[in-house]
Structures are given as C-alpha cells and as structure tokens.
C-alpha cells in the first residue's frame, strides 16, 4: 500500500487580492474540484503572514497527488484560486513541487 504524501504549496497574494478574496476562490476551488478528488484526504488552508499563506494538501499517495496536479490544468476553480495569488515567481523560476512522506498520522 502506498504512503500518504502531503504538499505545502505557499501563497503569496497577487496586488490588490485581500484574505477575503482568497477565502472565497479556496471556498470555491474546495467546492468544485477538491472534494470531487478522492485522492486528495484532506486540506488545510493557513495564514503564514499579513500577505503570505500556505495550502497544506494531504493525498493517498504520490501518484494521486501527480494525478491531481495534472487535472489541476484544465480546472476553472483551480484557474480562479490561482488567479487570486501572485504568481510571478512561479511563472520565472523552475518550481520543483515538493512530496512529504507521511510516517505516522494522528487524529
């Protein structure tokens, strides 16, 4: 059996976005694509400071975690959550997306 993974993708939001647009574009991408996604067990969304946020995402395994990324692409509410962020230092350096292995999960 596979190893859950957990990804923590940070946040930084885009010019004249606020905490409250975040929310909503989280809401609606949490609505529209994540809880479609069994692979995906759990997500969190938190405040690291005034203008910067992590998305900490748990998946079944590495390759649902791969699988979702890629359905990532083609989703409208992923394209409105993303929309709210700034991606600049995205779109100009090679983002590597990072897989924690889980060894042990508590309640």
Known sequence: MSEPVTVIAPIKL???K???D???ASNRFQEEFVSQESGILRR???RKNDNEY???I???SQQDAEDVIEKEKSSTACHAFFAVMDMSEVETADVVIEF???LATYP
């Open 14 to 16: 885009a010019p004249g």
């Open 18 to 20: 606020t905490e409250v």
């Open 22 to 24: 975040l929310i909503a």
């Open 44 to 46: 969190e969304l938190v």
């Open 54 to 56: 992590l998305d900490i």
């Open 58 to 60: 748990q998946f079944r």
């Open 100 to 102: 924690y292995t889980s």
